[in-house]
């Protein structure tokens, strides 16, 4: 799971779960005139509320996040794992809402009763707060641009090497370990004072040559997007192969028109044809 393509929606909604959580142990009724000191339950002692309303909303908060940082979303029932997730959350909230308004379940409706029963608790009521809170940030997140935003901003790629070529500290850079040690003839090539090379082991001109990278107006530059997006084979199929996640680096390697060939972290290629947003780093 990639936390780096959480949005700042996906951030609320963790929030209001959380909330959810503390809320569920606080008092579930409020009777009046009992003292301080009485030991009323929280919301753990009601069946009904834990079930629809605390578990309901957790697991919904959990799978809506979930769904976010996995690259191929499962699927329910025939439904994404983020669509059952807020479908749970607006269940949770609107369950939230029936108990709040009526936290006896109903036991306090008998004929000839004298009292109105108890009231929504502290912990009923931070519930239904956070219980709507977390159906409208799930809800909202896809359709409000603040939303969408990366939830982590994204660390700066370190410079980039031309495509192809090898990390400065490998064989034939300045510093590297040669083979045979410092002044010592390599493979295949004549020691000092031999013909074909000069005193001092030094190599000719010629050999010293490397191949220069191939001429062209594309540089390869790191790039992130700013919301998720699929990257689709080279042949052109219309099956995505992967999903670009905001809050990653990803090198572009080569330019067809207005798409880019994008490489990812294990080494996949593919298409980005939405390329609008994207930033470079």
Same mark, same amino acid.
């Given at each position: 799971m990639n936390i780096r393509s959480l949005t700042r929606g996906d951030g609320v909604v963790i929030g209001a779960a959380v909330l959810l959580f503390i809320a569920s142990f606080l008092d579930l009724y409020s009777i009046d005139g009992v003292p301080d000191s009485a030991d009323l339950p929280s919301l753990w002692a009601s069946g009904p509320v834990v079930l629809s309303v605390v578990l309901a909303g957790i697991i919904g908060a959990a799978l809506v996040v979930v769904a976010r940082g996995l690259p191929q979303v499962p699927k329910i029932a025939g439904l994404d794992?983020?669509? &059952? +997730? *807020? /479908? =749970?959350? *607006? &269940? /949770? /909230?609107? #369950? /939230? =809402? +029936?108990? #709040? &308004?009526d936290p006896a379940g109903g036991a306090d409706n008998f004929e000839g009763s004298t009292s109105d029963g108890p009231s929504a608790g502290l912990g009923l009521i931070l519930a239904l707060v956070a219980t709507l809170l977390l159906a409208a940030a799930a809800l909202a997140t896809p359709l409000v641009p603040a939303l969408k935003g990366a939830l982590l901003p994204a660390p700066r790629p370190a410079t980039p090497q031309p495509y192809g070529a090898q990390p400065p500290g490998g064989y034939g850079y300045p510093g590297a370990q040669q083979p045979g040690g410092y002044g010592q003839p390599q493979p295949g090539q004549p020691g000092p004072g031999q013909p074909g090379q000069p005193y001092g082991g030094q190599p000719q001109p010629q050999q010293a040559q490397a191949p220069q990278p191939p001429a062209g107006d594309f540089s390869p530059f790191w790039f992130a997007v700013p919301v998720p997006r699929p990257l689709f084979a080279e042949d052109g199929s219309p099956t995505p192969i992967a999903e670009l996640a905001p809050g990653t680096w990803y090198l572009a390697v080569e330019q067809r028109g207005a798409a880019l060939v994008a490489q990812t972290q294990d080494g996949r290629r593919g298409v980005l044809q939405d390329t609008s947003g994207i930033q470079r780093g």
């Open positions: 794992l983020g669509q &059952f +997730g *807020v /479908a =749970l959350t *607006v &269940f /949770a /909230a609107w #369950s /939230a =809402l +029936g108990n #709040s &308004f």
